[in-house]
């Protein structure tokens, strides 16, 4: 299954070629707003995943804490 991350970015991309390939101002415009609302998706999506590793107390690369270079 494809990620929440990876589709807002694909549709965010289709769209913006969609909207370089527009005939009409008005359909350009949609497709670009359409592509920013799925940026503004992506970057809450980003955002959210952060909070949720900041809340839980373990570090990104799995080091125990308390730990010296001499122990590892």
């Given at each position: 299954?494809?990620?929440?991350?990876?589709?807002?970015?694909?549709?965010?991309?289709?769209?913006?070629?969609?909207?370089?390939?527009?005939?009409?101002?008005?359909?350009?415009?949609?497709?670009?707003?359409?592509?920013?609302?799925f940026?503004?998706?992506?970057?809450?999506?980003?955002?959210?995943?952060?909070?949720?590793?900041?809340?839980?107390?373990?570090?990104?690369?799995?080091?125990?804490?308390?730990?010296?270079?001499?122990q590892?």
């Amino acid at each position: 299954m494809e990620s929440n991350d990876r589709f807002f970015r694909r549709r965010a991309n289709e769209e913006m070629m969609a909207a370089s390939r527009a005939v009409t101002e008005a359909a350009r415009e949609r497709r670009m707003r359409l592509a920013g609302i799925f940026l503004e998706r992506l970057k809450t999506s980003q955002q959210s995943d952060l909070l949720e590793m900041a809340a839980d107390d373990r570090s990104a690369f799995e080091w125990r804490k308390g730990r010296s270079l001499e122990q590892i």
